[in-house]
């Protein structure tokens, strides 16, 4: 098979289980804590924490674009999972265990987000993290990041990185 002049070879090893993307997910949530609407809402409690200590659900309602009993609810939830710190109609804190869980949540957003810039994709940045985010594995994670040291430690190859994508995206 030739794809935008490659040759594509698809080789099946007989010694490979191989699933449809929703296998493997579920594969994943096995072992999972939180869904990927909890890592959401955890993700910008923890951003709205970062800027003034705390949050309340009308803030993060608008944050997130959802009616405020739908935060309240998830926020319940997060609080039985020892994550928050939530009395009704009180200011909601994190715990330190929510606190940590949410320090990954916004690294693994951003260090995705600087990848996708890093391949100057720009249309529908935001989505595309989103898209991404709950599908990614620690160690591709950490090597992602490491890549985008590299290239940032490394100007002139950033740049031949830009200069490739942008002759080839024509």
Known sequence: MIVNN???VILLNKKEEYCTVRGYELQ???NKLLSHSMEDYLEMIYRQCLMEGYTRINTLSDQLN?????????VQKLTKLGL???KKYGIIHLTEKGRSIGEFLLYRHNTLKEFLKLLTVDSNLLSQTEALEHNINWDTLKRLDLLIQFFHEEPQLNERLKNFINERSK
């Open 6 to 8: 490659y040759k594509v």
């Open 28 to 30: 994943r949530r096995e």
């Open 66 to 74: 959802v009616q405020a009993s739908s935060a309240s609810k998830m």
């Open 84 to 86: 928050l710190s939530y």
